[in-house]
Every structure is written in structure tokens, then in C-alpha cells.
């Protein structure tokens, strides 16, 4: 559930090596800001008969009361409940008929929502996204709240109890974030909270978050731009705007000053390290940098890390580093799976003298510049599909979310073409401190 | 810039509202959704390179990038009895040392180039896939075709990849949902048939694979007249076939391509439950089947709708019954593994422990039920729902070139894709009724539980499903 590691998304020209350019790709797209507040950003692409209908509403887990923790994805569960003009079950059932799919997810800083559907179901697909939006709690009652609430029960013992190591994440936001922080608690939530939560709080997250001026909509796909808008002024006409705006978010900073290390036991047979820093939000200076030094220390077989302790030791069976951009901070982490018999602590030493290096000597020009060239070609692969998670819809709305532009495309790669391998170095040296940070360690259970 | 910026004034705000109360929307019915659109396929360009391999090419011109997806008819069925893995073993060793780059020297130049090479081994073919900026194809081919004809299997390489199968059979123990993966097709296919073992092999036939065995199996399988490659992407026939020609031209191993296949499984004749037991465990996790069909089976279309209605859709009625209706699982399934021989058929969940017997007493109700004809509502969404999945496989290059790779592996008409909307249309609840009646026999089918045993076993056995056997998780990767 962390969300995107590298929001990345499009195109241009392709980079050296050997100099040539390719086609400049472009996205285009209007926007525009219905009377309630709607945010609405329109998209056409005509490749396949296909529409996407994406929702964003700009409040994630990290919006949770106490006590309530796992509420905005429970919520993300009721919005399929049916709504007044809706009965329960006819969302899916009506969408399907048509050939359409929807999905949804939860985060920490938002809540995404999409429907998929041949480019004759528009019409549909409006209907039923605004009156969720509109009505959604004129046909809630306690018993629906149950239904779901047992459902996200089962995600949770699928996903993290029942999971191997499923637990760890959990584990490790305790140890990050001071009691309040937004971050602290697992979007999942803790059970006795998902046992806790009411209908009453149903009502009042719904008034409170998902009123149209904390949501966009974007319409992306096989379409005509000047009929989708009739159609959007149309199905969200008798949405009514909130009553007070949502405001900004309050909370205790997080700041790590020791190494904090902790053990826990899981029913698995290889032991696994995480080790993890707080840094820099999303966009922010540091970064991309950062996402940079991902692909050094772990993306491929002469990635550092990989090469020594997978490739060449074979003491680890695998290794990850990811630097998890959210809106208030990131997290980065490094995570090793040990080979059976393999010795952690040695793990975890060589781990440090490889991010040491980085803090000290700035990477090689091949290899900054294969990592380079990896990230641009993964802003083509974006683009190719516009429906679904991380589809062009999708990609839209998360740079109006985090950037305030959903043409934030060029400025994003902007960063990263910027970047030296001097700024990698001073990245790793300024945000991954060795004597601050997280260190969890899953040990087979006897 | 992209961006057309935004012409966001008020008045145009206030234009929006008023227009909006002008047409306030009918929300008393659900609007009525128009014919679907039509799918318009690029054309296929079939073309023959000069060692015979076969190229399909088909545009895909949104993003300047293309997909290339070699597909070699080898699999599983060509693996030697004792050497289960071989084929998957085989196929994942091609870019670990090829032509004169080493295992290293591979990457880093595929990499180098903002490029993306996979090899992989599937039941029925191997796959060597190349996702490439056009900009950098040129570059990209030589490597590609250096690790599909010139592969050198190096010691070390095939060591480090044999303890990394060997340590990824362990942690597949760990994890009920991997654990159940395996023991299902172990208990229905037996260990005798080639489907019962993981493709990757076990950890016994894993220890008896040597260089020499990956190379005779690569001059035996990896041939151009046993192959087929699909570029998809923003190319055309005449400026691809050339590089290509130039790249796989050479490729022209002596040996005549010698067909591998799966001998088809006995049915099982009685209904069995098998426990594995994982103490603690806050779900069970569960699969009930028995051996579905070849993908070749005549029933193709009623047989998707079939399960499209059963348990592929989210409205199906497997997650209907189990996740909305009683919230005994995060969701619900069911599936035809459909291969050259007769894969698995199999419904399953992850079931919160203490209600095992509860779901799968729904699962049996649901298993039985759908003999009954399905109502023509139910049957009309499902055959809406599957026929226009298809476009969405077209949207990307990798998409794109899978279902032309697809199609050549299990010999689909070249028409498959255009006529396949017509022809689920097509099906007719009296041709599902008859699929069900052929192939779902619940009496018949195993049930294979991984959970906690102290918890469940009453209440399944009180279920009396049949004879119920507890089997060790080491057993079924053996």
C-alpha cells in the first residue's frame, strides 16, 4: 500500500548513448472546475474503443481519527455499496453488462477510483460515479457497513496475517513515526478499529472528504472532449458542493536521531532485513535523487547491491531498495532476503559499506547513465495504457494531486535528466544517515 | 510543453452551473448504453526470414517504443522424466552468458540502452521477450538474438540460479497461497504426471540438471522453424524485417524440431480432501477442481462463459456467494488452466479460519448450482463482459504482441481476435448447461485445504465430503 515508488510517467526525446533523439511524445489535455468544485481534466486517445472514468478523492489513511484507523479504505469498500439512484450490487452488475471493470485503492494521501469501460458506456459510467458522489449515504445503513467490514477483515488476514512477513510494515511505522503521525498506523488499519468503525463515522468522512472540491475527475481515452464536458456538467450538476473546505493537515513531524532495531518472528524459512530512513516528500529536493540511487544499489545484476550479496556472495536471495514518495515524507528502504543459512548481521554490514561508498565517491558515469536511461524509458512505458492503476488517467490525476498540473510529465523527467552523479552522492549522504534510521529483522520462528 | 493549460476562469465556472441546473440529469433509470463500439485491429504482416523463422508484425504507434516476443513451442512436456525444470531452467539460463557477452556484460548492455530483456519458460512454450525504444532497436536486436541462438550456460550461472529455485521452493512452503498452488495440481495430476510437479522442477530433479543438459536441450528445442516472432510496436514490416534479417539470419541450428507433448491425465473418480496443516493460520486456503481441458477442447466459448458466470467476473457468483453475500473471503474464483494437454480446473479462496466449513459448503452449493440453465440476464452480462475484454488486450505493444504469441502456440485462426466477440455472443445457455454437466462433477473433484488443522478439521470432516487425508507440506515438493 505504499504508493508509487517513482510516479514517473512519460516521454520525450530518447537520451544518449549514442546520441539520437526520438519523437517528442504529447499528452494532451483540457481542464476546467465545475461550479461545486469538481475538478475535471479530459484526455483523447483513440488506440482502442476504450474510456477510462478516474476519481481521486485527496484523502488517504493518513486523514484517520484515533481509534478509527483502516476507516478511509473501509470507506473506499462502501463506495460500491449502492447509492440512492444505484441499488447494491447494480454498480458492478450494470458495468459489466456493458463490458466495463472498475477498481479501487487507498493510500496514505488519496483515494483512486476507476471505472473501464467500452467508449459507449460514458454516459453510464457518469451516472454512476456522481451519484456516489452525490448520494451515497442516502443509502447507507449499519448493515451494509458490516458486510464490507467483514470483507476488509479477510483482506487484512490475506494480505498481512496470513502473509509471509505481511506483518513487517506494520511493524516498522510503529517504529518510524511519533504516536499521531498520520503515518504511524497502517492503511489497513488495526482490527479492533475495523471492528470500531460506525456508521455515524460513515456519514461524517463522507461530508467532511468526499465533497466534490476535494476530488478530480479525469476522462480519458476514446472520446470527444466537447461531449464528455456536456456530459460531466450534466451527471454532476446536482452534486453539491461541501460545506466547509477540508483543512490542511496538522500533525507531529517525524525525526529519527538513533538507530531504532527490533526483532520480530514470522513462520517463514528465510530470515529478511529492512532497513529504513525517512526522507524527502515527494518532488521535493532529494527525491529523485534518491529513486536514482534505487536503481544503483538494486535495479538489475550490476546494481551494488544485487551484484555483491545476491550475485557474487549468494548469501541473499533477493534485494530491494525503493524510495516510497508520499506527500508529507518518504520512506526509503532497503530490503534483503537472506539464503537460508546466510548471517544478517553480515547482511547488514555489507549493505552499509555499499551505501557509504555512495556517500562518499560518486557513481561511475556508465553506470548514473544506465540508470538514467532506465528511468526515461520507463516515462514511455507509461503511457501506453490509459485505463486501469497507473494508466494515463490515473498518471493525470496523481500529478494534479501532488504537482497542482496534471501536464506535470516533462517537469517530472525534468528532474531526473538535471541530475549528476555528484547529486546522487550528496542524496545518499544527506538521507540515508547510518546512525538514523529503522532496522527490522523477520527471523524464521522456531 | 504538453500541457494545453487550463482555461480556468469563473465565468466559465458559472457558465458550467448554469448549464448544469438547465440539465439537471435523470438519475430514475440508469442510462441506456449504445451498440459497442467496434474493435479495428491493425493488420498482421506475416513475413519469413531467410532461416525460416516466421515474423508477425503489427503496429502500435502511441508510444515510440516496440515489443519483441520470441515464442519457442518447448515446455514443460519436453522436460526428461527425472529432470523436472529442465525446459523452465533452460530458458531462464539464455542471458546468463550469450555470444561473447557474460551474464554481467548482458545486462549491463540491455540495460545501457533503456532496454528490457526476459526469458522465461512457461507449461507450453519459452519466451524471450525485448522492450525496446525504436530509437535503440538497432542496438537492442544483436543481444536479443545472441541470447536466443548463441546462449553460453556457464557453471557458476547455473549453480547460482539452481540454489535460487532451491531457496524459492522454500519460501513457496511459507506462504499458504503459493503452498496451495502447488499441492492442488500434486494431489489431482499425481507425481507421475509432468502437471503435478512445479514447472520450475523440486528440489530432487533440480540437483540432477547440468550444462550439458540445458545445452542439448536448447539444440533440440530452440530452433527457427519452432519458433515465432512477434514485434508489436511503432514499426512496420518493411523497416523491422530487415534488422531482423539481419540479426536472427544466422541463426540455423542443424536439428529438426523433435514435438514434445503431455500425455493427457486421468480424471479423478471420487471426491478426496486433503489437509496441510499450518498452525495459527488466520485463513484456510482453499482450492477445489479436478483436470479440466486441453485448450484445443470444442467447448473453448462455452466453457469462458461458463466460468465467466462461476467465478471469473467480480460480479461472478463464487464471489458473490463467498466475499458480499456471507464476508467469509477477501474474494473468491474459479479458473480452466487451459494447455496442450488437459491443465486444472479449480475454484478457490482465501477463507477466514474459522468459518472453512461454512465456505465451502457455499462453494459446492455454487459447484452444483450452475448446472441449472443460467438465467438469460446473468448469461447476456457475462457474454457482454467477455467479448469486449478483448480490446484491452490491444492497448499496449506487450499486450499486443502476447495475443499474436498466444494464438500462434495453441494454432488460433488467424481470424480469432476479430470473430471472437461474435462468437461468445454466440453462446447459449443450453451450450453452457451442457459444458457444466461435462465438466464440473463435484462429486469428483479434490479439495485441497491448507490451514489450521486444530481449528478446521471437525468441521470439515462433519461436512463428509469424502475421505480426507492430512499430508506434510515437504510432500507435495517432493
Given at each position: 500500500?505504499l504508493?508509487?515508488?517513482?510516479?514517473?510517467?512519460?516521454?520525450?526525446?530518447?537520451?544518449?548513448?549514442?546520441?539520437?533523439?526520438?519523437?517528442?511524445?504529447?499528452?494532451?489535455?483540457?481542464?476546467?472546475?465545475?461550479?461545486?468544485?469538481?475538478?475535471v481534466i479530459?484526455?483523447?486517445?483513440?488506440?482502442?474503443?476504450?474510456l477510462t472514468?478516474?476519481?481521486?478523492?485527496?484523502?488517504?489513511?493518513a486523514r484517520?481519527?484515533?481509534?478509527?484507523?483502516?476507516?478511509?479504505?473501509?470507506?473506499e469498500?462502501?463506495?460500491?455499496?449502492?447509492?440512492?439512484?444505484?441499488?447494491?450490487?447494480?454498480?458492478?452488475?450494470l458495468?459489466?453488462?456493458?463490458?466495463?471493470?472498475?477498481?479501487?485503492?487507498?493510500?496514505e494521501?488519496?483515494?483512486?477510483?476507476?471505472?473501464?469501460?467500452?467508449s459507449?458506456?460514458?454516459?453510464?459510467?457518469?451516472?454512476?460515479e456522481?451519484?456516489?458522489?452525490?448520494?451515497?449515504?442516502?443509502?447507507?445503513?449499519?448493515k451494509?457497513?458490516?458486510?464490507?467490514?467483514?470483507?476488509?477483515?479477510?483482506?487484512?488476514?490475506?494480505?498481512?496475517?496470513?502473509?509471509?512477513?505481511?506483518?513487517?510494515?506494520?511493524?516498522?511505522?510503529?517504529?518510524?513515526?511519533?504516536k499521531?503521525?498520520?503515518?504511524?498506523?497502517?492503511t489497513?488499519g488495526?482490527?479492533?478499529?475495523?471492528t470500531a468503525?460506525?456508521?455515524?463515522d460513515?456519514?461524517?468522512?463522507f461530508?467532511?472528504?468526499?465533497?466534490?472540491?476535494?476530488?478530480s475527475?479525469?476522462?480519458a481515452?476514446?472520446?470527444?472532449?466537447?461531449?464528455?464536458?456536456?456530459?460531466?456538467?450534466?451527471?454532476?450538476?446536482?452534486?453539491?458542493p461541501?460545506?466547509?473546505?477540508?483543512p490542511?493537515?496538522?500533525?507531529p513531524h517525524?525525526?529519527l536521531t538513533e538507530?531504532?532495531?527490533?526483532?520480530?518472528?514470522?513462520?517463514?524459512?528465510?530470515?529478511?532485513?529492512?532497513?529504513?530512513?525517512?526522507?524527502?516528500?515527494h518532488?521535493?529536493?532529494?527525491?529523485a535523487?534518491?529513486?536514482?540511487?534505487s536503481?544503483l544499489?538494486?535495479g538489475?545484476?550490476?546494481?551494488r547491491?544485487?551484484?555483491?550479496?545476491?550475485?557474487?556472495?549468494?548469501?541473499?536471495?533477493?534485494?530491494?531498495?525503493?524510495?516510497g514518495?508520499?506527500?508529507?515524507?518518504?520512506?526509503?528502504?532497503?530490503?534483503?532476503?537472506?539464503?537460508?543459512?546466510?548471517d544478517i548481521?553480515?547482511?547488514?554490514?555489507?549493505?552499509d559499506?555499499?551505501?557509504?561508498?555512495?556517500?562518499?565517491?560518486?557513481?561511475?558515469?556508465?553506470?548514473?547513465?544506465?540508470?538514467?536511461?532506465?528511468?526515461?524509458?520507463?516515462?514511455?512505458?507509461?503511457l501506453?495504457?490509459?485505463?486501469?492503476?497507473d494508466?494515463?488517467?490515473?498518471e493525470?490525476?496523481?500529478?494534479?494531486?501532488d504537482?497542482?498540473?496534471p501536464?506535470y510529465?516533462?517537469e517530472?523527467l525534468?528532474?531526473?535528466?538535471?541530475?549528476s552523479?555528484?547529486?546522487i552522492t550528496?542524496?545518499?549522504?544527506?538521507?540515508?544517515p547510518?546512525?538514523?534510521?529503522?532496522?527490522?529483522?523477520?527471523?524464521?520462528?522456531? | 510543453?504538453?500541457?494545453?493549460?487550463?482555461?480556468?476562469?469563473?465565468?466559465?465556472?458559472?457558465?458550467?452551473?448554469?448549464?448544469g441546473?438547465?440539465q439537471?440529469?435523470?438519475?430514475?433509470k440508469?442510462?441506456?448504453?449504445?451498440?459497442?463500439?467496434?474493435?479495428?485491429?491493425?493488420?498482421v504482416?506475416?513475413?519469413?526470414?531467410?532461416?525460416g523463422?516466421q515474423?508477425?508484425?503489427?503496429g502500435v504507434?502511441?508510444?515510440?517504443?516496440?515489443?519483441?516476443?520470441?515464442?519457442?513451442?518447448t515446455?514443460?512436456g519436453?522436460d526428461?522424466p527425472s529432470?523436472a525444470?529442465?525446459?523452465?531452467?533452460?530458458?531462464?539460463?539464455?542471458?546468463?552468458g550469450?555470444g561473447?557477452?557474460?551474464?554481467?556484460?548482458?545486462s549491463?548492455?540491455v540495460?545501457?540502452l533503456g532496454?528490457?530483456l526476459?526469458?522465461?519458460?512457461g507449461?507450453?512454450?519459452?519466451?524471450?521477450?525485448?522492450?525496446?525504444p525504436?530509437?535503440?532497436?538497432?542496438?537492442?536486436?544483436?543481444i536479443?538474438?545472441?541470447?536466443?541462438?548463441?546462449?553460453t550456460?556457464?557453471?557458476?550461472?547455473?549453480?547460482?540460479?539452481?540454489?535460487?529455485?532451491?531457496?524459492?521452493?522454500?519460501e513457496?512452503?511459507?506462504?499458504?497461497e503459493?503452498?496451495?498452488r502447488v499441492?492442488?495440481?500434486?494431489?489431482?495430476?499425481?507425481?507421475q504426471?509432468?502437471?503435478?510437479?512445479?514447472?520450475?522442477?523440486?528440489?530432487?530433479?533440480?540437483?540432477?540438471?547440468?550444462?550439458?543438459?540445458?545445452?542439448a536441450?536448447?539444440?533440440?528445442?530452440?530452433?527457427?522453424?519452432?519458433?515465432?516472432?512477434v514485434?508489436?510496436?511503432?514499426?512496420t514490416a518493411?523497416?523491422?524485417?530487415?534488422?531482423?534479417?539481419?540479426?536472427?539470419g544466422s541463426w540455423?541450428?542443424?536439428?529438426?524440431?523433435?514435438?514434445s507433448?503431455?500425455?493427457?491425465?486421468?480424471q479423478?473418480?471420487?471426491r478426496?480432501?486433503?489437509?496441510?496443516?499450518?498452525?495459527?493460520?488466520?485463513?484456510?486456503?482453499?482450492?477445489?477442481?479436478?483436470i479440466?481441458?486441453p485448450?484445443?477442447?470444442p467447448?473453448?466459448?462455452?466453457?469462458?462463459?461458463?466460468?465467466?458466470?462461476?467465478?471469473e467476473?467480480?460480479?461472478?457468483?463464487?464471489?458473490?456467494?463467498?466475499?458480499?453475500?456471507?464476508?467469509?473471503?477477501?474474494?473468491?474464483s474459479?479458473?480452466?488452466?487451459?494447455?496442450?494437454?488437459?491443465?486444472?480446473?479449480f475454484?478457490?479462496?482465501g477463507?477466514?479460519?474459522?468459518?472453512?466449513?461454512?465456505?465451502?459448503?457455499?462453494?459446492?452449493?455454487?459447484?452444483?448450482?450452475?448446472?441449472?440453465?443460467?438465467?438469460?440476464?446473468?448469461?447476456?452480462?457475462a457474454?457482454n463482459?467477455?467479448?469486449?475484454?478483448?480490446?484491452?488486450?490491444?492497448?499496449?505493444?506487450?499486450?499486443?504482441?502476447?495475443?499474436?504469441?498466444?494464438?500462434?502456440?495453441?494454432?488460433?485462426?488467424?481470424?480469432?481476435?476479430?470473430?471472437?466477440?461474435?462468437?461468445?455472443?454466440?453462446?447459449?445457455?443450453?451450450?453452457?448447461?451442457r459444458?457444466?454437466?461435462?465438466?464440473?462433477?463435484?462429486?469428483?473433484?479434490?479439495?485441497?485445504?491448507?490451514?489450521?488443522?486444530?481449528?478446521?478439521?471437525?468441521?470439515?470432516?462433519?461436512?463428509?465430503?469424502?475421505?480426507?487425508?492430512?499430508?506434510?507440506?515437504?510432500?507435495v515438493?517432493?
Amino acid at each position: 500500500m505504499l504508493s508509487c515508488a517513482v510516479l514517473l510517467a512519460l516521454q520525450l526525446q530518447a537520451p544518449p548513448p549514442a546520441a539520437a533523439s526520438g519523437p517528442r511524445l504529447e499528452i494532451p489535455f483540457t481542464q476546467f472546475t465545475l461550479a461545486n468544485g469538481l475538478h475535471v481534466i479530459l484526455h483523447e486517445d483513440h488506440t482502442v474503443p476504450l474510456l477510462t472514468v478516474n476519481v481521486w478523492y485527496h484523502v488517504g489513511s493518513a486523514r484517520e481519527k484515533p481509534g478509527r484507523t483502516g476507516f478511509a479504505h473501509l470507506f473506499e469498500h462502501l463506495m460500491f455499496m449502492g447509492s440512492k439512484h444505484v441499488k447494491y450490487g447494480d454498480f458492478d452488475q450494470l458495468l459489466e453488462a456493458a463490458g466495463g471493470t472498475n477498481n479501487a485503492s487507498t493510500a496514505e494521501d488519496r483515494t483512486n477510483y476507476y471505472i473501464d469501460a467500452p467508449s459507449n458506456a460514458l454516459d453510464l459510467a457518469l451516472f454512476l460515479e456522481s451519484d456516489r458522489m452525490a448520494y451515497l449515504v442516502d443509502a447507507m445503513s449499519p448493515k451494509t457497513v458490516d458486510a464490507q467490514r467483514d470483507v476488509v477483515k479477510n483482506e487484512r488476514r490475506e494480505s498481512y496475517e496470513n502473509a509471509p512477513y505481511g506483518m513487517a510494515s506494520i511493524e516498522i511505522a510503529e517504529m518510524l513515526y511519533p504516536k499521531g503521525h498520520p503515518y504511524r498506523w497502517p492503511t489497513i488499519g488495526y482490527m479492533e478499529d475495523l471492528t470500531a468503525a460506525t456508521y455515524e463515522d460513515v456519514v461524517d468522512f463522507f461530508r467532511t472528504y468526499y465533497q466534490p472540491g476535494n476530488a478530480s475527475l479525469v476522462i480519458a481515452g476514446d472520446i470527444d472532449p466537447a461531449q464528455a464536458r456536456a456530459a460531466v456538467e450534466k451527471w454532476f450538476a446536482d452534486v453539491k458542493p461541501g460545506a466547509a473546505p477540508v483543512p490542511p493537515i496538522d500533525y507531529p513531524h517525524a525525526n529519527l536521531t538513533e538507530v531504532k532495531t527490533k526483532t520480530i518472528h514470522d513462520r517463514v524459512q528465510l530470515p529478511r532485513l529492512y532497513l529504513t530512513w525517512l526522507t524527502p516528500a515527494h518532488l521535493e529536493p532529494g527525491d529523485a535523487e534518491l529513486d536514482v540511487l534505487s536503481l544503483l544499489l538494486a535495479g538489475g545484476k550490476n546494481s551494488r547491491l544485487y551484484k555483491r550479496l545476491v550475485y557474487e556472495l549468494q548469501i541473499a536471495q533477493d534485494v530491494a531498495a525503493v524510495q516510497g514518495s508520499k506527500a508529507l515524507n518518504s520512506e526509503y528502504q532497503i530490503v534483503v532476503t537472506a539464503r537460508p543459512d546466510a548471517d544478517i548481521a553480515r547482511i547488514r554490514a555489507i549493505v552499509d559499506e555499499e551505501v557509504r561508498k555512495l556517500q562518499q565517491d560518486a557513481p561511475g558515469d556508465r553506470e548514473f547513465r544506465r540508470a538514467i536511461n532506465q528511468i526515461e524509458s520507463s516515462f514511455y512505458d507509461r503511457l501506453e495504457r490509459v485505463g486501469g492503476f497507473d494508466g494515463v488517467g490515473d498518471e493525470l490525476n496523481a500529478y494534479y494531486a501532488d504537482a497542482g498540473n496534471p501536464g506535470y510529465f516533462n517537469e517530472d523527467l525534468a528532474r531526473y535528466r538535471a541530475l549528476s552523479p555528484a547529486d546522487i552522492t550528496a542524496a545518499a549522504a544527506r538521507f540515508l544517515p547510518l546512525n538514523r534510521r529503522v532496522e527490522l529483522v523477520v527471523e524464521p520462528a522456531k | 510543453m504538453t500541457a494545453r493549460g487550463s482555461f480556468l476562469l469563473s465565468g466559465l465556472c458559472a457558465l458550467s452551473a448554469i448549464v448544469g441546473a438547465q440539465q439537471l440529469p435523470d438519475r430514475s433509470k440508469a442510462p441506456a448504453v449504445g451498440p459497442p463500439p467496434a474493435l479495428k485491429l491493425p493488420a498482421v504482416e506475416r513475413r519469413t526470414l531467410s532461416n525460416g523463422l516466421q515474423v508477425l508484425v503489427i503496429g502500435v504507434h502511441k508510444v515510440p517504443a516496440v515489443h519483441l516476443e520470441l515464442a519457442v513451442r518447448t515446455g514443460v512436456g519436453a522436460d526428461p522424466p527425472s529432470k523436472a525444470g529442465l525446459s523452465s531452467l533452460t530458458a531462464d539460463m539464455l542471458d546468463e552468458g550469450a555470444g561473447s557477452r557474460s551474464a554481467l556484460e548482458v545486462s549491463d548492455a540491455v540495460e545501457f540502452l533503456g532496454a528490457d530483456l526476459s526469458t522465461s519458460g512457461g507449461v507450453d512454450a519459452a519466451f524471450v521477450q525485448l522492450h525496446v525504444p525504436v530509437a535503440r532497436l538497432a542496438d537492442a536486436l544483436p543481444i536479443m538474438a545472441d541470447v536466443i541462438a548463441r546462449p553460453t550456460f556457464p557453471d557458476a550461472e547455473l549453480k547460482r540460479l539452481r540454489d535460487e529455485r532451491l531457496a524459492a521452493l522454500l519460501e513457496m512452503q511459507d506462504d499458504p497461497e503459493q503452498l496451495v498452488r502447488v499441492a492442488f495440481p500434486r494431489l489431482v495430476f499425481g507425481s507421475q504426471h509432468r502437471y503435478g510437479s512445479p514447472e520450475i522442477g523440486t528440489a530432487a530433479s533440480l540437483k540432477t540438471i547440468e550444462t550439458a543438459d540445458l545445452k542439448a536441450f536448447h539444440a533440440a528445442q530452440y530452433l527457427p522453424s519452432n519458433a515465432v516472432l512477434v514485434a508489436a510496436g511503432d514499426v512496420t514490416a518493411d523497416t523491422i524485417v530487415p534488422l531482423l534479417e539481419q540479426a536472427f539470419g544466422s541463426w540455423k541450428p542443424p536439428a529438426t524440431p523433435k514435438p514434445s507433448s503431455v500425455p493427457p491425465a486421468r480424471q479423478l473418480t471420487a471426491r478426496h480432501v486433503y489437509l496441510i496443516d499450518k498452525p495459527g493460520a488466520a485463513q484456510s486456503q482453499v482450492r477445489i477442481g479436478g483436470i479440466g481441458v486441453p485448450r484445443s477442447t470444442p467447448d473453448y466459448f462455452a466453457l469462458r462463459v461458463l466460468n465467466t458466470v462461476l467465478g471469473e467476473a467480480f460480479t461472478s457468483r463464487l464471489n458473490n456467494n463467498l466475499r458480499e453475500v456471507h464476508g467469509y473471503a477477501y474474494g473468491a474464483s474459479s479458473r480452466f488452466d487451459m494447455r496442450l494437454s488437459a491443465g486444472p480446473f479449480f475454484a478457490g479462496a482465501g477463507i477466514q479460519t474459522d468459518k472453512t466449513p461454512e465456505a465451502l459448503r457455499e462453494f459446492f452449493n455454487e459447484l452444483t448450482r450452475i448446472h441449472e440453465p443460467v438465467p438469460l440476464a446473468e448469461l447476456e452480462k457475462a457474454k457482454n463482459y467477455l467479448a469486449l475484454l478483448v480490446p484491452r488486450t490491444f492497448e499496449t505493444t506487450r499486450g499486443t504482441a502476447d495475443a499474436l504469441a498466444t494464438a500462434w502456440i495453441y494454432g488460433l485462426p488467424g481470424d480469432y481476435y476479430t470473430t471472437y466477440a461474435d462468437r461468445v455472443r454466440a453462446v447459449t445457455a443450453a451450450d453452457v448447461k451442457r459444458a457444466a454437466d461435462k465438466y464440473i462433477q463435484p462429486d469428483r473433484f479434490a479439495v485441497v485445504i491448507v490451514g489450521d488443522r486444530k481449528t478446521i478439521e471437525p468441521g470439515v470432516r462433519a461436512l463428509n465430503l469424502g475421505p480426507l487425508t492430512v499430508i506434510e507440506p515437504a510432500e507435495v515438493f517432493k
